[in-house]
Each structure stands twice: as structure tokens, then as C-alpha cells.
């Protein structure tokens, strides 16, 4: 579902990705309408740099975060799989496992994305 960002969303996309200085998708052209695809494909430079970005999100931001997915707001579809594991896994640990195990079962029904 497209959208566009609301402030909250780009405060976040700013916390994960500091250096994101144009909202605007450089393959594509056009503004970025979620949040993780771009930190995923964009920003961050390995597995461990995504965690550790996701790392600087309070409980309330990682709840907004999984509260949006699970809503079919937030696209999970150009996620790498890796990263959606480390998401799933960082909710289960810091949030809730249900959470977790949610967001990582919504990624999987979308056919692990299409990255």
C-alpha cells in the first residue's frame, strides 16, 4: 500500500539512517513510501549494520515499526530476508516474541518479499 511518510515515519527513517539527506528513491524517482526498504537496500552496508541501526530504536518506535507492518502500511517487500529475520528477532527480544513471530509470519505470507 503506498503512503506518504508522516513525520514519525521520517524521524525514524532519520534515527536509522542519518545520512538519508533526500527522501527520494534513486532507482526509482520517487519518494521513499516506507520505512526499512531504503535502510535495507540503500543504507545499510551489511547484516550487522542493519541490526545495529535497528538498535538505536526505542520500544515505542520498534512497536510503531511492527504496528505499521502488520497494518499492510509499512512495506516489507523489498526487504532482504536476512533483515527481516534480524527485525523479527529484535521484537521478539526487546518487544514481545509474539511480535516478533508475527511481523517474521506477515513477511513469509508475502512470499518473503521480492527481493
Known amino acids: 500500500m503506498a503512503r506518504t511518510l508522516s513525520d514519525k515515519d521520517l524521524s525514524i527513517l532519520k534515527k536509522l539512517a ?10 526509482s524517482g520517487f519518494h521513499y513510501q516506507s520505512i526499512l526498504p531504503p ?4 543504507y545499510a552496508l551489511d547484516d550487522d549494520d542493519f541490526e545495529e541501526r535497528l538498535k538505536r530504536l526505542d520500544l515505542f518506535e520498534l512497536r510503531y515499526l511492527a504496528e505499521v507492518i502488520l497494518d499492510g502500511s509499512e512495506s516489507l517487500c523489498c526487504v532482504q530476508p536476512e533483515h527481516a529475520e534480524i ?20 513477511y513469509t505470507a508475502a512470499g518473503e518479499g521480492s527481493y
Not at 18 to 27: F, I, K, L, Q, V
Not at 39 to 42: F, G, L, W
Open 18 to 27: 542519518p545520512e538519508c539527506a533526500d527522501t527520494t528513491c534513486s532507482g
Open 39 to 42: 535502510v535495507s537496500n540503500h
Open 87 to 106: 527485525l523479527a528477532r529484535l521484537l521478539s527480544e526487546r518487544v514481545s516474541e509474539d511480535l516478533g513471530k508475527r511481523v517474521m509470519a506477515f
